[in-house]
């Protein structure tokens, strides 16, 4: 060991560097050329560089200037705030990263990346991981640079904050996000969702947004693929969604409810949605092709009722529940089950598909003068 000016050097040109003792100083670099380093420190600034493993556990906050690993895996926890300055690379390795705060200012790399903000904000920057992601914070989850995780899982946690990677470039696989806030992601391509809680769900992607967990929203889940004019499908049986606001441009977009749910501004060439109660909408629906509303596990009534809606063909499977449509054009009624059926639309209304009401059927056109053809 060598100090300079409160600088501290490390090396061992052969086995590990390991100690019992506190390193002290205000910049210290440890290098092991063929083995592990495994030691504590209390220093402002560090640089680690081993071919074995790398275990620092430093008693106040620390900024690191870099680590390089070859062979094993990374260990750092600060006692105070992380901030990484430089790059920190365990090309196939494991990286675990804890502090405060953690704040990623440089690349890091590595096969499996743990990163946890004990007691505030994770802040990502140009992070590349091969297999999986988990990262943790009791604040917010919130990114400067491109993300890079196609390949595996990303499991993300603001217990007391939202979660925010909205970065164009980002490249997701599986993303499983909790956050007591608002969660939103932006992917270049496709995104698949795992098991996620927000109280607002915002996700964009440049192709299929899909879902392989439950999703539960709270609020609004504004879900937007028109970039790429690709599908949406959520459609896990225990999904529970406040407002949905979906827009996949030329694509379809499939919902699956355990109970109800709210149709916010939706467009799409096709719309199926099944819910295990009441659908009804808050915003505009527009489809060039069918729109497929399914209530019949539970009754519940579909009432569709915006000024503006277009549905191109409507198939409605309330059961006994009431069924509710108002269009602003012309609107072809496929096969539909209701207790009750209301239509009212600015042009004609036909139907392709056989009609089951047990009640009343009360078909509207005036405001267009439209023909109205059920035969």
């Known amino acids: 060991m060598t100090s300079d000016s409160g600088n501290v050097n490390l090396t061992a040109t052969s086995g590990d560097v390991t100690g019992t003792g506190l390193v002290s100083g205000n910049i210290a670099t440890v290098t092991a050329t063929s083995g592990d380093i495994d030691i504590d420190t209390n220093v402002l600034t560090l640089n680690a560089t081993a071919a074995g493993a790398i275990t620092l556990n430093d008693t106040t906050g620390l900024t690191v200037s ?23 690379t365990g090309t196939g390795q494991e990286v675990i990263l804890e502090g ?18 004990t007691a505030g904000d994770l802040a990502l920057q140009n992070l590349t991981v091969t297999t999986d992601l988990d990262a943790t914070a009791t604040g917010d989850i919130t990114q400067v640079g491109a993300l890079s995780l196609s390949n595996g899982t ?42 996620t809680s927000a109280a607002t769900l915002d996700v964009t992607a440049n192709g299929t947004i ?24 959520l459609n896990s049986s225990s999904n529970d969604f406040g407002t949905v606001v979906a827009n996949a441009g030329t694509g379809s977009v ?14 799409a060439s096709n719309l ?96 267009g003068n439209g023909l109205i053809q059920l035969d």
């Not at 217990?159 to 007591?180: E, H, P, R």
């Open 272 to 367: 199926t949605v099944t819910a295990g109660d009441a659908v009804s909408d808050s915003g505009t629906i527009s489809v060039t092709a069918t729109t497929s509303v399914n209530t019949s596990a539970a009754n519940a009534d579909i009432e569709l009722d915006q000024v503006g809606n277009t549905y191109g063909e409507a198939v409605m499977n309330a059961g006994t529940g009431n069924v509710t449509l108002v269009s602003n054009g012309q609107l072809l009624v496929g096969a539909t089950t209701a207790g009750n059926l209301t239509v009212t639309a600015n042009g004609l209304v036909d139907d392709f598909g056989v009609i089951a009401v047990t009640g009343t059927t009360n078909v509207n056109t005036s405001q």
């Open 210 to 233: 899909t879902d392989v967990g439950v999703i539960n929203v709270s609020g609004t889940t504004n879900v937007n693929t028109s970039a790429g004019n690709a599908d949406i499908t």
């Open 154 to 195: 990303a499991t993300l946690d603001s217990t007391g904050g939202s979660i925010t990677l909205n970065d164009s470039s980002n490249d997701f696989g599986t993303v499983a996000a909790n956050a007591s806030g608002t969660v939103t992601l932006v992917d270049t391509n496709n995104i698949v969702l795992g098991t």
């Open 66 to 88: 870099g680590i390089t690993t070859s062979g094993g895996t990374i260990n750092v926890t600060a006692g105070g705030n992380l901030t990484v300055s430089g790059a920190v």
């Open 254 to 267: 499939t919902l699956v409810d355990a109970d109800g749910v709210d149709l916010g501004a939706t467009t």
């Open 100 to 117: 405060t705060n953690v704040t990623l200012g440089a690349m890091v790399t590595g096969a499996n990346v743990t990163l946890e903000a």
